[in-house]
């Protein structure tokens, strides 16, 4: 009879033990982001985690995280990436910058990139996607590239989401419709006060909202993706292309800093970068634009209100 008692307190403990555990874990999982992924090449930061503890805990020093992740403080935000080894050192691309053709565009050769064609001609790549239909940032040989603004690039400023393209500039209507995610499905990429809006700006088209906020602020990817652009153009500053599902690509610009590296994979929500004033700006602030085969659309057809 004693024995029994026993072996029946044990299994009392022990189901305790094991209830405890699941609460724990569920705990666990509802307090920190759910994209945790463990990884020997990064940490996912957690609510309550420093620059210093995680310096701790891996021993690695607050510069050397600092440098591995480009931070220009010792600020870090709940769900962000920090890399604990350095960025690879990427080949060395020397290219020599020659006039456009007259024939007004490039043709793709075997693993040449967006970037490269960007840099051959002295063209922004947010100039290339104006110009081009480009399904994806991953170009394939032969793919003619236009270098110039021509028969290609669509007119996208203050378009109605349902308009219907002419034949010119057709952009196949059931692609179109399924790029433009509901509101609810989007992360706004920053909190802050729209300053200047999608449209004609100073007789120019402005392709994107700008959105105020502070230096440093961070910047949040507004979709899963990967990074298919990370570094500086010229009048944007730092800037972070990503792609998305369904033709879609998103583009952060003007950033403090670029949080992220080239061919990583991001979640919805994912701090991607810190807000900022580089390039061409009277102030800090996210540029971003919402673009479906490489064409602008309004962003505020697809974020959630501001």
């Not at 967006?114 to 480009?134: E, P, Q, T």
Request: charge should be positive.
């Amino acid at each position: 009879m004693q024995k029994s008692n026993f072996f029946s307190h044990l299994c009392k403990v022990m189901v305790s033990l094991l209830l405890f555990a699941i609460a724990g874990n569920i705990y666990s999982l509802s307090s920190n982001p759910l994209y945790v992924t463990p990884s020997k090449e990064y940490h996912i930061v957690k609510r309550g985690e420093t620059l210093s503890s995680i310096s701790d805990k891996y021993v690695i020093s607050k510069d050397n995280l600092k440098l591995f992740n480009n931070l220009t403080s010792n600020r870090i935000f709940i769900g962000q990436k920090i890399y604990l080894t350095p960025k690879p050192n990427g080949k060395s691309e020397f290219v020599t910058v020659r006039s456009i053709p007259k024939r007004g565009y490039h043709l793709a050769k075997q693993k040449e990139s967006l970037h490269r064609i960007a840099k051959m001609y002295d063209v922004g790549i947010l100039s290339l996607l104006d110009y081009n239909s480009i399904n994806s940032y991953d170009l394939k040989p032969g793919m003619k590239i236009w270098l110039v603004a021509g028969k290609t690039e669509v007119a996208a400023i203050q378009r109605p989401v349902k308009e219907t393209y002419s034949a010119e500039e057709k952009i196949p209507e059931v692609d179109y419709q399924m790029s433009v995610q509901k509101k609810i499905d989007l992360f706004l990429p920053v909190k802050g006060v729209v300053t200047s809006e999608f449209g004609i700006r100073n007789g120019r088209p402005h392709k994107g909202i700008d959105i105020s906020a502070s230096v440093g602020e961070p910047i949040y990817a507004a979709l899963d993706g990967k990074v298919a652009y990370v570094g500086t153009q010229r009048g944007y500053g730092n800037v972070i292309i990503l792609e998305h599902d369904n033709y879609v690509m998103t583009v952060y610009a003007h950033n403090e800093s670029n949080l992220v590296r080239l061919g990583e994979t991001v979640k919805k929500g994912q701090p991607i970068g810190t807000l900022g004033k580089t390039g061409s700006t009277s102030g800090p602030h996210l540029h971003f634009e919402y673009r479906v085969k490489g064409k602008a659309i309004n962003p505020r057809n697809v974020l959630p209100s501001l």
